[in-house]
Nanobody, 123 residues
């Protein structure tokens, strides 16, 4: 049984930093496309970042490029998302998702999803 558990969300002021983690069980992240997605209130879910299932290349959405950094720890079977210079528009529920077959992440087509962790950026 595949389980993904996100942690690290919270409330913080604009300009702050936060680190999200996703712990996986029942699946090997090193062999899977793994991504971070987010859904803000009243908006559709969007992709934030993705590590592919082959050479570990990482994709970032333009809205977070230069501020967010995704990493994968193969030994711990976890992925993390370091978020810096946070803005109010980064407020959302952040989800970790995995697909063991396709090489890259697809927002509406990932096999396994975590339950999400809430990030609120507000002054």
């Amino acid at each position: 049984q595949v389980q993904l558990v996100e942690s690290g969300g919270g409330l913080l002021q604009p300009g702050g930093s936060l680190r999200l983690s996703c712990e996986a069980s029942g699946i090997t992240l090193a062999h899977s496309a793994t991504g971070w997605f987010r859904q803000a209130p009243g908006k559709e879910r969007e992709g934030v970042s993705c590590i592919n299932n082959s050479d570990g290349a990482i994709y970032y959405a333009d809205s977070v490029k230069g501020r967010f950094t995704m990493t994968r720890d193969n030994a711990k079977n976890t992925v993390s998302l370091q978020m810096n210079s946070l803005k109010p528009e980064d407020t959302a529920v952040y989800y970790c998702a995995v697909d063991p077959v396709q090489p890259w992440c697809k927002t509406d087509d990932m096999d396994y999803w975590g339950k999400g962790t809430l990030v609120t950026v507000s002054s």
